[in-house]
């Protein structure tokens, strides 16, 4: 992570006239007083992001917003209405037949679902003919969750629900996931998140302790970063025009890619696959539970600044253990 400090002053030469000398003399001067005062600005800066701030507070309230807008007032970037073919073609290819293999008892999460349509075209008859493979054992399909910060359901969510038995689909809206205790949502065998609270969260570390406490053992969560660092990419030269949105540092600013910090999680199996859409690097993650005894390497957050999505920066570090339904500052 490229720290936001200037650079050190070019080398004054020895062989100047008494009259040079006293001219780059005063420019090193000005270079110092320009140098003060931008250190002085970016203490201002790194001081303002500290939780609580007005400054932090600002691009809280600018990312509500964001959340809370309706018809025109939703901004370029802020996708509520992805289809199911649109889940199959961004995330991992095992993504589409973890779906089709899941039978009546399973459970599937969708994190960051706006208006429900990817799980409506998961009970619209279109989708057993286009997966024929499985559909004698899919019986009744699965259960569906929808959740969502806002309530963006339509008429088609309320008409596909009425036609279906009780519960069968469910649509959670008003709370973040750190909200809902284990009790209220039970356990997942399947967990989306296309641009939801994964790419939202000011808390990742948290994020993912509640993603994995809500996903059954074996079960596998899917999802995808926008304009991140890949696995494969350390350089950073190899993306100059690219701003990346969410970076985590070591201790030490030397860059971690989120994919090396998901394989760090104890009690998990990731596999990630970077892409490259006009110019755009992204990456797809699948991570399956493989025991129960998680722990999550603590990300502490050190800027957020409002946006679809946010820019995010984190830096490895320690903190107490948090749990499902603690106060945080998570999507």
Request: charged share 25%.
């Amino acid at each position: 992570m490229a720290p936001f400090t200037g650079k050190g002053t070019p080398p004054v030469s020895t062989q100047r006239t008494v009259s040079e000398s006293m001219i780059a003399l005063k420019n090193t001067g000005i270079r110092i007083v320009v140098l003060l005062v931008f250190q002085a600005l970016w203490l201002e800066a790194s001081h303002s992001q500290s939780p609580g701030s007005p400054a932090i507070d600002a691009e809280v309230s600018k990312q509500e917003a964001i959340y809370q807008s309706q018809g025109e007032k939703v901004p370029e970037g802020y996708v509520i209405d992805r289809s199911l073919l649109a889940y199959a073609s961004i995330l991992s290819s095992e993504f589409d037949r973890s779906l089709a293999n899941l039978g009546p008892t399973d459970r599937w999460l969708d994190i960051g679902a706006g208006e429900g349509r990817a799980i409506l075209d998961y009970y619209a008859p279109r989708y057993d003919s286009m997966h024929p493979e499985g559909r004698e054992r899919r019986g009744r399909k699965a259960q569906a969750v929808a959740m969502s910060i806002e309530d963006r359901r339509t008429p088609l969510w309320h008409k596909t629900a009425a036609s279906l038995e009780a519960n069968k689909i469910r649509y959670l809206s008003g709370r973040r996931l750190r909200e809902y205790s284990l009790e209220e949502l039970g356990k997942f065998q399947l967990i989306t998140d296309v641009v939801g609270g994964f790419s939202y969260t000011r808390d990742l570390s948290l994020f993912m302790e509640n993603v994995l406490t809500f996903l059954d053992l074996n079960g596998i969560f899917f999802s995808l970063l926008l304009d991140v660092l890949p696995e494969n990419g350390a350089n950073r030269a190899l993306y100059p025009d690219t701003l990346f949105l969410t970076e985590i540092a070591n201790a030490d600013d030397s860059d971690v890619s989120v994919c090396s910090w998901l394989k760090s999680i104890a009690c998990v199996e990731v596999t990630c696959e970077s892409r490259t859409e006009a110019k755009r690097p992204i990456e797809i993650v699948r991570v399956r539970k493989i025991c129960n005894g998680v722990a999550v390497p603590a990300l502490v957050p050190l800027q957020y600044q409002a946006g679809t999505p946010p820019r995010r920066q984190f830096q490895l570090g320690s903190r107490s253990p948090a749990s499902p339904g603690q106060n945080s500052t998570t999507r």
